[in-house]
């Protein structure tokens, strides 16, 4: 099984600043990753599929990057809204494996 | 408008089973590929399990495999999982997610359903 690795795991900051979350695999899954965005009592929300193509409806703030086994999330200007947890997924074989999540909170 | 819901969760004692049910909307079901996801309290998120369109294609967790059985009834746009031998582990919130299109990302998900195993 692929394994994904997430760090950091929390990270506080301001509205305002920039946030990169970094997701490593276990081996390579060539582009096939992909960002969730959870807040509190919802379900997860698709924002980047592909490493690094928005979902529709996903502001651009939200960029993705990387390819092989190394990857990352930024958000360029953190938002009120942002304020969640983060989680990355390889799509490239079965079974499908998350990482461990990202806290994103307010400083 | 998509629409993924969840029922058919409660509290279930070591050993029982519950089915969960997936109703769709919004879109071609019979053409979709589905998943389950689970998220244990406080915890991260474990896929469960997938079925193709057809259901010709199945795939399971490890965690998982033997004890639940995925299923769909395309005529009916809804989407299944029946588990058998619960343990205190598998308690979660059960969500059902369909397959992005190109990608095995999970597009669209339900509100999800909590199974809760204790005695």
């Known amino acids: 099984d692929i394994q994904m690795t997430q760090s950091p795991s929390s990270v506080s900051a301001s509205v305002g600043d920039r946030v990169t979350i970094t997701c490593r695999a276990s081996?390579?899954?060539?582009?096939?990753l992909a960002w969730y965005q959870q807040k509190p009592g919802k379900a997860p929300k698709l924002l980047i599929f592909?490493?690094?193509s928005l979902q529709s409806g996903v502001p651009s703030r939200f960029s993705g990057s990387g390819s092989g086994t190394d990857f990352t999330l930024s958000i360029s200007s953190l938002q009120p809204e942002d304020f969640a947890t983060y989680y990355c997924?390889?799509?490239?074989?079965?079974?499908?494996?998350f990482g461990g999540g990202t806290k994103v909170e307010i400083k | 408008e998509v629409q993924l819901v969840e029922s058919g969760g409660g509290l279930v004692q070591p050993g029982g089973s519950l089915r969960l049910s997936c109703a769709a909307s919004?879109?071609?079901?019979?053409?979709?590929?589905m998943n389950w996801v689970r998220q244990a309290p406080g915890k991260g998120l474990e896929w469960v399990s997938y079925?193709?369109?057809?259901?010709?294609?199945?795939y399971y967790a490890d965690s998982v495999k033997g004890r639940f059985t995925i299923s769909r009834d395309n005529a009916k746009n809804s989407l299944y999982l029946q588990m058998n031998s619960l343990r205190d582990e598998d308690t979660a919130v059960y969500y059902c997610?369909?397959?992005?299109?190109?990608?095995?990302?999970?597009?669209?998900w339900g509100q999800g359903t909590l199974v809760t195993v204790s005695s």
């Open positions: 997610a369909n397959k992005l299109s190109g990608s095995y990302a999970l597009d669209s």
């Open positions: 919004g879109f071609i079901f019979s053409t979709y590929y």
């Open positions: 079925i193709s369109s057809s259901s010709s294609t199945i």
């Open positions: 081996q390579g899954i060539s582009s096939w």
């Open positions: 592909a490493t690094s």
């Open positions: 997924q390889q799509a490239n074989s079965f079974p499908l494996t």
